[in-house]
């Protein structure tokens, strides 16, 4: 049997399917841009990359108007888990083979999450220390570079934060995340505002 996460985009006429495969712990990428003929269109054949020699899980996909930005979960055996990505053009080309790591080593990294702004990507992820969580983010440029070498911390220190995602407004970033204060089982929804130079505009998160 095999479970499948599911990333899908789809933008200028490409349309992007990104499955996690939890069976061999593969990611595979299938594109399917098309050629109006008519009331017909024509499919390509599928592109898949893989298997990778580490596992990896749960893509996310954003789009700059010229490539796709795909991260994922990095999960190395016995050590800990790293945000990684690459970018793909509309071609289906691996632009990143070796694929580019967003997040710093330590303890683990989950459900990443990705948006375009205007000139670059904000990638945010739960960063899991041991149970004490917190959403951390990092800026990607066009052209690949991680601009936050040091990652933003995003929610609040006194939040057990998880599930993040992201979305761009034009001007600002916004992030939010699901909530668990310390000793508290039920969760709330936060979120917060970062701007495109990497700051943190909410520092005590909003409740939503």
Known sequence: MKIWFLCFLGLLGSYGLLLSNAQDMTIESQFHPFIDVGNEFIIDTSIVYGPAPRSQYRPSVAFDGTNY???????????????????????????????????????????????????????????????????????????????????????????????????????????VWSNATFGNYYTDIFGARVSQDGTLLDTSGIPI
């Open 69 to 175: 930005f795909v991260v994922w979960r990095e999960y190395y055996y016995g050590v800990s888990d790293v945000i990684y990505g690459a970018r793909v053009d509309r071609s289906c080309d691996v632009l990143d083979p070796l694929g580019i790591a967003i997040s710093s080593g330590g303890e683990d990294k989950w459900w990443p999450c990705i948006a375009y702004g205007n000139t670059s990507y904000l990638v945010v992820w739960t960063y899991d220390r041991g149970g004490d969580a917190k959403i951390c983010g990092a800026r990607v440029s066009q052209s690949g570079v991680v601009l936050d070498t040091l990652s933003i911390d995003v929610s609040p220190p006194q939040h057990l934060a998880w599930h993040p995602s992201v979305a761009f407004d034009g001007t600002n970033y916004f992030v």
